[in-house]
């Protein structure tokens, strides 16, 4: 079948069969990653397909790469808890959904993206665009900082401080020193400060606390969806529940 002669009935909907709804195309299982790859081809900026179940999601992510390599897949994961659960939400659950609303409030780096989300993944509130932008911060060699307001930044978005920084969304100050690992990074960076300037940064090893590569720019983006800059009213003793305050507490929240 050449997909090409379907991109048409795609885009302008096909005549309406018994039981289908209008501008619905019928496609066994087996036809959608292929054909959501040839309507990807067509298209650009950031695609969200939305699949009623999480196990039909991860099925897709694994089909995908091989249909179109060149785009990354990303998996919009949902929360752990139920709706009516009042539970935390999962380390790699809050850090995986930041990083992926921080890439999609950027616009231009997650072009190339494919993010697969469950109906539920996509039902829960979350940070505006707005918000998300403007918990975002870029830190360059030479610039000058405020240490004490960059450590609160921090702390507003999301970021928790510890004796050595050993996962995401950590950060450890040392005198003209601060380690931190950002949310959109594979590996942690140790930022040098010379008074209140930016002297050196470079990531480094979390098991051997090594330094290694120099870089000249981190972007710091939120570590969790419920950060305390925007979810002050959370009390302080449910600090692990901001996810769960968040509708009653963000008027600003996003569905």
Same mark, same amino acid.
């Given at each position: ?13 096909? *005549? ?7 501008? =619905? ?14 309507? =990807? ?13 999480? @196990? $039909? ?14 785009? *990354? ?36 780096? /997650? ?18 665009? @707005? ?10 060699? !030479? #610039?000058?900082? *405020? ?5 609160? +930044? ?7 401080? /510890? ?15 601060? !380690? ?9 960076? $140790?930022?040098?400060? +010379?008074?209140?300037?930016? !002297?050196?940064?470079?990531? +480094?090893?979390?098991?051997? #606390? ?8 981190? *972007? ?9 800059? +925007? ?20 008027? !600003?929240?996003?569905?």
């Amino acid at each position: 079948m050449d997909l090409s002669s379907l991109l048409p009935a795609l885009r302008q909907g096909v *005549e309406p069969q018994e039981g289908i709804s209008s501008g =619905i195309l019928p496609l066994p299982a087996s036809a959608r990653a292929p054909v959501a790859a040839s309507l =990807i081809s067509e298209l650009s900026g950031p695609l969200l397909i939305v699949s009623p179940r999480f @196990d $039909r999601v991860l099925t897709l992510a694994q089909e995908l790469p091989y249909w179109i390599p060149q785009s *990354e897949v990303a998996i919009f994961p949902e929360p752990d808890p139920l709706f009516y659960e009042k539970l935390p939400w999962g380390e790699q659950t809050r850090q995986q959904r930041a990083e992926i609303l921080a890439k999609l409030a950027a616009e231009t780096k /997650a072009e190339n993206h494919i993010i697969l989300a469950s109906v539920r993944a996509i039902m829960a509130v979350t940070l505006s665009p @707005d918000q998300m932008r403007e918990s975002i911060r870029e830190l360059q060699i !030479d #610039q000058m900082v *405020e240490i004490q307001e960059l450590l609160e +930044f921090l702390l507003g978005i999301g970021y928790e401080p /510890a004796s050595i920084v050993t996962n995401r969304g950590q950060y450890s100050r040392r005198g003209g020193i601060l !380690d931190v690992w950002s949310n959109s990074r594979n590996s942690p960076v $140790r930022i040098e400060l +010379f008074g209140d300037q930016i !002297d050196s940064m470079r990531e +480094f090893e979390p098991a051997t #606390q090594r330094s290694s590569r120099r870089i000249r720019n981190l *972007e710091l983006t939120p570590a969790r969806e419920g950060i305390p800059n +925007f979810l002050a009213k959370t009390p302080e003793h449910e600090s692990e529940l901001h996810e769960y305050y968040m509708p009653r507490v963000n008027p !600003d929240a996003a569905g």
